[in-house]
Nanobody, 126 residues
Framework: EVQMVESGGGMVQAGESLRLSCAAS????????IAWFRQDPGKEREGVSC????????YYADSVKGRFTISRDNAKKTVYLQMNNLKPEDTAVYFC???????????????????RGQGTQVTVSS
């Protein structure tokens, strides 16, 4: 059974940090690029960050550059999203997704995935 399980969400104040984790199982994790997407009710889904299967290429949405860092541990089949200096506009449900895109950067924009998790809520108060 394929699973992607996010954890680490919560409620914080602006300027604080959170670290999200995405634990995967049931598929060959090392063959997949992983991305974090977020969606807030009433807003479009946004690609936040993605990382190549070999951990040598990362991309970020302009809205999070310099504040968020994505990383992965293929041995643990886990991807992390370190989120610093959080802002109220970062409030959303964050979910991780796995895919094998031809264009990693474009994947953040167009979305799509083979597998995804249920998401974890991040709420940032001002």
């Amino acid at each position: 059974e394929v699973q992607m399980v996010e954890s680490g969400g919560g409620m914080v104040q602006a300027g604080e940090s959170l670290r999200l984790s995405c634990a995967a199982s049931g598929f060959n994790f090392a063959d997949y690029a992983i991305a974090w997407f977020r969606q807030d009710p009433g807003k479009e889904r946004e690609g936040v960050s993605c990382i190549s299967k070999s951990d040598d290429t990362t991309y970020y949405a302009d809205s999070v550059k310099g504040r968020f860092t994505i990383s992965r541990d293929n041995a643990k089949k886990t991807v992390y999203l370190q989120m610093n200096n959080l802002k109220p506009e970062d409030t959303a449900v964050y979910f991780c997704a796995a895919s094998r895109p031809l264009d990693l950067e474009r994947w953040l924009v167009v979305g799509g995935y083979e597998y995804r998790g249920q998401g974890t809520q991040v709420t940032v108060s001002s």
